[in-house]
Structures are given as C-alpha cells and as structure tokens.
C-alpha cells in the first residue's frame, strides 16, 4: 500500500509515531486493511518516513534463502533507505535461519526484526537473544493506531488494488464505436518487433490495442520486454495499461496476458495481479494466464522470468504456444 504524506502538521507530543514495538504492532492492521496471519511484513522507510509496506505468506519450509530472494525481488527498485522486518507467525520462535536470510539479501539495512504472536511482540534480530520477554500491544497502542490512521491528516494510500483494477478495466472512449474491426491500426509481426525494440518505443496504445489481439503479437511483446531498459520497459507497460484500458470485454484475455507478464517484470505486482484477474475472468483456459499467475502466486522473482524469456528463440515466436496442447489449438487463439 504506497501511501503519500498528508499535509504538515503542528508539533503534538501526543501524535502517533511508529516508535515502539508496540506501536509497530498496533498498526499493521491499519497499515494492510486487515488483521494479518503467518505473514512476513516489510516496511519501507525512507529518511524515516513510511513509503510502503509489504506482505507475504511465512515459508512453510526451510528454503529461506530462496524466499528471501523472492520476497526483496519487487521491491528492490524502490527509493529507501531501511526497512522494519516484522514476523507474524503463531510459533514460539522465528527460525534464526530465516532472520538471518532476510537481514543478508534486503537491499537495504534492516532498521529492527521483531516476531509478532497475537498481542505479543518482541525483537528477533540475527544473533538476539529470542528469550527476551515479549511486550504486550494494549488497548492504549491499539487506540492511538485507529485515531491515528483514520484521522483526516493521516497517511491515505496512493494507489490501492481496486483503484489498479479500475484502471486496467475497460473504459470506452468518447464517441468511439465498438467495433470487431482491428485492421486500421494493426501492422505486421515483423514491424511491430522494430517498433518493439526501439529506444525510446516507437508506437502507441491503439496499435497495441489491435495487434496484441493474437497469439503471435503477444510473445513478441514478451520476448521484446523481456530484453528492454528498466525505462523502456516500463513505458511499454504504460502502453499496455491504456490498450487494455480500450478493449472491450471478451477480447481481452490476450493482451491482459501480457500486461500482467511486463507488469511483473517491472516489479508491479499489483498491476500485475489485477491484470491476471481480468485475463482468466474473461478466458478461465487461458494458458498464459494461467502461467503468469502461477508464478506470480509462487513468488518466482522477475529476474527469473526475464532469464526464462531471454533464453526463447526468437524463431520460436508465432509458434511456441499452439504446441502445448495440439488437441485445442484454438483454446490459444483468437481464430
């Protein structure tokens, strides 16, 4: 939840701060939208002010180095400069092990860990004594969060999931007729490649809009994104966020296909989820959907898919994805 800062207040000595463990715990409820459970929380700090804060599932096994590369992968190009690691999990003890993998691969320097159990919390920090007795959230922490947070100056989120939802939903221009016709702003595979690669891009929202409507046009999206600047990538992504903005319900699936593989390597998981949703809402089979959202649920960072689509041929375009199933074929394709 990126959250913007409200406007500048008086000194209050009685103001709300994130100051203790206590007050730590006392806010994520507020801070998620929701009580959370055998989570790991992260919250971004940059010259101590809040930025954003992140949630994922607690590992249920002992590949911690494996989730901690996970869990930092989409966040690593946000501007802080610290980070509170908080463990919500019902088990006497954080894993050292765990603690230890997330403080070695966080891209910046862990400000404190602290394990939270119900309305306990204590600090965990790597090589801290775990028997140090907990302290309790009470009611005056848990008072001073709600006050806080739904006060009329308090932090309001800059851009939520359902607002991201909205914006991938089809929006219908003024005085624009629908229409199955695709040819005006459609051009050949080879010259949507050029366009692709260009640096700055050299096309628009329409001609993606009309060329993403098939199978072909789609993996050259991918494959070319996957091969982009981190900028370029992500003004293509822009681009795709407006096409699938101007597509009418049930032709979408395709192009909300890969807007939600580029939004995932840009590191926009909420963009990314909410074009998932859209995909599989309008085409359940869809196998690309359903690929991306399966490495999305499992947390496979973007730097793996970029791996993934740079190692594809590029003769293997226009061909890779009919092959799967060669019963269905037209489960894949428009036509």
Request: charged residues 25%; glycine residues 6%; contains cysteine.
């Amino acid at each position: 939840m990126p959250t913007s800062p409200g406007p500048p207040r008086p000194p209050d000595r009685s103001d709300f701060t994130l100051t203790t463990a206590a007050h730590i715990g006392a806010a994520l409820p507020h801070l998620l939208g929701f009580h959370p459970e055998q989570s790991i929380i992260c919250v971004w700090l940059k010259h101590r002010q809040l930025v954003v804060t992140q949630r994922a599932d607690a590992p249920d096994d002992e590949q911690f180095r494996e989730y901690a590369g996970a869990l930092f992968a989409p966040v690593r190009a946000l501007d802080v400069d610290e980070v509170i690691v908080v463990y919500v999990v019902q088990e006497p003890a954080v894993p050292d092990e765990l603690v230890r993998a997330l403080a070695t691969d966080c891209p910046v320097s862990v400000r404190v860990h602290l394990h939270m159990r119900g309305a306990h919390i204590r600090e965990c920090s790597p090589g801290h004594d775990h028997g140090e007795s907990w302290r309790w959230i009470g009611t005056k922490e848990r008072q001073q969060a709600a006050a806080h947070f739904t006060a009329p100056h308090a932090p309001r989120p800059a851009r939520t999931r359902q607002a991201v939802a909205e914006e991938l939903s089809y929006r219908p221009r003024d005085g624009e007729v629908d229409t199955d016709d695709h040819a005006r702003h459609g051009i050949p595979l080879n010259d949507l490649m050029a366009a692709l690669m260009s640096s700055p891009l050299r096309l628009s929202a329409d001609v993606l809009r009309a060329s993403v409507y098939s199978v072909a046009a789609r993996d050259a999206v991918l494959w070319c994104a996957a091969r982009k600047t981190v900028v370029d990538r992500r003004a293509l992504l822009r681009l795709l966020v407006e096409a699938l903005s101007a597509t009418a319900p049930g032709r979408a699936a395709t192009i909300a296909a890969a807007t939600a593989v580029v939004a995932w390597l840009c590191g926009d998981g909420v963009r990314a989820n909410a074009a998932i949703d859209r995909c599989l809402i309008e085409d359940p089979d869809n196998y690309m959907g359903t690929l991306i959202a399966g490495i999305v649920r499992h947390g496979v960072p973007p730097s793996e898919l970029e791996s993934l689509l740079c190692e594809m041929p590029e003769e293997t375009l226009n061909s890779g994805e009919c092959r799967v199933d060669e019963v269905r074929r037209s489960r894949y394709s428009p036509t």
